[in-house]
């Protein structure tokens, strides 16, 4: 059974960091990872995705430049570092999982396995 939990999140002020990390267990076989949020009301947006061999890493255009996606492979552990975050970055955060990572990275559905959450709140 594969999961992914996540852990990170909490309340910050504006222009502080936060690293986000998403566990993985229970895949014996490589897989690329994304990062998407959702806030209260709004659409469920992607932020970030990485390959395999994170030789492909990929932002949303709203996170370009602050955002780094990196992950461990030996640990299991894909990770979201969030840098001069912004209170429009305030959303809840989830990581999911892409069994054959490829082009439609940006889209939500088309990622096999999804964590549960963690939130991020950023004051200004």
């Known amino acids: 059974q594969v999961q992914l939990v996540e852990s990170g999140g909490g309340s910050v002020q504006a222009g502080d960091s936060l690293r986000l990390s998403c566990e993985v267990s229970?895949?014996?076989?490589?897989?690329?990872m994304g990062w998407f949020r959702q806030a209260p009301g709004k659409e469920r947006e992607f932020v970030a995705a990485i390959s395999w061999d994170s030789a492909k890493r990929y932002y949303g255009d709203s996170v370009k430049g602050r955002f780094e996606i990196s992950r461990d492979n030996a640990e299991n552990t894909a990770y979201l570092q969030m840098n001069s975050l912004k209170p429009e970055d305030t959303a809840f955060y989830y990581c999911?999982?892409?069994?054959?990572?490829?082009?439609?990275?940006?889209?939500?559905?088309?990622?096999?396995?999804w964590g549960q959450g963690t939130e991020v709140t950023v004051s200004s």
């Open positions: 999911a999982l892409q069994r054959l990572f490829g082009r439609r990275y940006p889209l939500w559905d088309e990622y096999d396995y």
């Open positions: 229970g895949i014996y076989s490589t897989f690329g």
